[in-house]
């Protein structure tokens, strides 16, 4: 019955996402932002459930398994960063995709305002194809573990079974099929989760009861984490800060961004502020409380992969079709950020990176499938876990791409050069925060993002006082 239930879902997850092809205009712009014909709640339902992945089925429930309460300050740091970006960036984004006709979120951080910065672009696209097919293979592993735990099959089956799926609705309609198949596929996410806090609360006895069980393991309800770079209020103060930069990263994200370029009209932004938000906050409410539940049933931490908490529990406490059900909800959102990545990525191969734009249709689709099976690779690779992968790949595109974009909202042209310095150096910095070891105190992208701000700071007075150098931006 579990099985029965779980293809139940698939199947119209596939359906819906082929049914795409009869909109289908057989041009690039159709294929990657839909002709920016999408209306303000389905642009809000892909978006975030394209935002919550398996990362936050698997990777979030694993981290709040094993922080405990603490893991709250991750949820409110990330929203509120998530919320000052939308108030920041997402509507001009909207309305510079429109002036400049660009198709990719790289293309359109690249001509600006009239800029046009070759290089730059190119560069970009490499380090974005590097990431997102991390990414990517990031959820595909999810959908394995999954797999894993519930049916016994291979780690490796899920993600074949994932990335064939994703291919076939990307083959068919591009990133109109990905978003009608998010806004179903939100809809089984939070029904999922929903149904697993409502059950497992009851069969705790209450919310209470409940507390009081998981006040028994020790630290569980400590309101911060023990490894904090400053000790007591502020560290804690750091620890949210920190998290509120996660969620500001979302602005650097081409496979959210690129949703946003997809709407009507810049002007309906309100409304998908509103269908995203709501939605957002409950799930990911949802989310911490469930974590926190599987610690009450699983109680031995040491026992299991940690990332495997919420399909374990969902066995222990769900009858098979609801079990089912639960399975759906995790491959629902492994499969909801995958197509995105992957054709975020054939943007930046086609678009951003090859001197000629591709123009024939089966030429971008056939980029596709090669994306797939790269993304594929990836994950039959990859030893790190979903959280560390997701967080790496999330940072990394955050520390490279949102410094550039806050000074271009904020009205500077830096030159293409300048550009290119904050790029790397926030990439750099990132990366290098990680292999110090600190990203579990203060997550890496806050680093990354203020030291490209800081470079374009000391660029910006190094050009003042040097008005020989200075680097003229190369107009269309």
Known sequence: MTLIGFAFFLLIFVVVGLSAIRKSRGHRQDYYVASRSMSAWLVGLSA???????????????????????????????????????????????????????????????????????????????????????????????????????????????????????????????????????????????????????????????????????DRVQGFMDWFPKDLVLPGIMGGVLFALSWMFAGLSVAGQPHIMIRFMTLKHPQQMNWVRVWYYSWFGLFYAMTTAVGMLCRIYLPDAGSFDQELALPIMAQKLFPPVLVGLVLAGIFAATLSTADSLILSCSSAFTHDLLPHRIENLKLLKLTTICMTILALFWALTNSQSVFALVILAWSGMASAYVPLLLVWVMGRKPSQGLAIGMMISGLLAALFWRWLGWQDAVYEGMPGILCGLSIYVIGTFWTKFNPIQVETPELD
């Open 48 to 214: 975030v459930a394209t935002n919550n992945s398996g990362y936050m089925f698997i990777g979030v429930i694993g981290y709040t398994y094993a922080t405990g309460l603490a893991s709250v300050w991750l949820m409110v740091g990330w929203i509120l960063g998530d919320f000052l970006a939308s108030l920041l960036i997402h509507r001009r984004i909207r309305e510079h995709a429109e002036v400049s006709g660009e198709v990719s979120y790289l293309g359109l951080l690249s001509h600006w305002g009239g800029v046009r910065y070759k290089i730059f672009q190119r560069i970009a696209a490499v380090i974005s194809m590097v990431l997102l097919l991390a990414y990517a293979g990031a959820q595909l592993v999810a959908g394995g573990k999954a797999l894993h735990v519930l049916f016994d099959w291979p780690l490796w089956s899920g993600a074949v079974l994932g990335s064939i799926l994703v291919a076939a609705y990307c083959f068919a309609g591009g990133i109109r099929a990905s978003i009608w198949t998010d806004a179903v596929q939100s809809v089984v996410m939070i029904t999922a989760m929903a149904a697993l806090l409502l059950v497992a609360t009851a069969n705790a006895g209450g919310v209470e009861a409940a507390v009081e069980q998981m």
